[in-house]
Nanobody
Framework: QVQLVESGGGLVQPGGSLRLSCAAS????????MGWYRQAPGKERELVAR???????NYADSVKGRFTISRDNAKNTVYLQMNRLKPEDTAVYYC???????????WGKGTLVTVSS
C-alpha cells in the first residue's frame, strides 16, 4: 500500500503560479511512475503530467511549456510547478503513482486549484 498526501493548492490570479507537492509513504519501494491528474467540474479526470523512474516526462498538450513535473526520490515526493495559470486550469488536482510490479494505481485525495481574478 502507498499513501499519498497532496498540498499546495489554492486560489491564484490568472498568470500566477502555484507549486503542488505530493508526498508518498508506505510501500515506496514499489513506486514506478508518478503523476498528476485533474478533474474540472462536469468533466472527466485527465492526465496533466507524468514522470517515470527514468526521469522521462510527458505532459498534456494544454499545459506544455507552462507546467513542469519533477520528483525527489530521496523524499518520495513529486512536484508540479504551474506557471502562467489560466482560468481553465481550475480543477481538483490528484496525485497518482503506479506500482511498478503490479501496475496498481494509488491516488491522493486531491487538492483544489482555482484560477480566478
Amino acid at each position: 500500500q502507498v499513501q499519498l498526501v497532496e498540498s499546495g493548492g489554492g486560489l491564484v490570479q490568472p498568470g500566477g503560479s502555484l507549486r503542488l507537492s505530493c508526498a508518498a509513504s508506505g510501500s515506496i519501494f514499489t513506486i514506478g511512475a508518478m503523476g498528476w491528474y485533474r478533474q474540472a467540474p462536469g468533466k472527466e479526470r485527465e492526465l496533466v503530467a507524468r514522470i517515470f523512474s527514468s526521469g522521462t516526462t510527458n505532459y498534456a498538450d494544454s499545459v506544455k511549456g507552462r507546467f513542469t513535473i519533477s520528483r525527489d526520490n530521496a523524499k518520495n515526493t513529486v512536484y508540479l510547478q504551474m506557471n502562467r495559470l489560466k482560468p481553465e486550469d481550475t480543477a481538483v488536482y490528484y496525485c497518482n503513482v503506479i506500482n511498478k510490479y503490479s501496475g496498481m494505481d494509488y491516488w491522493g485525495k486531491g487538492t483544489l486549484v482555482t484560477v480566478s481574478s
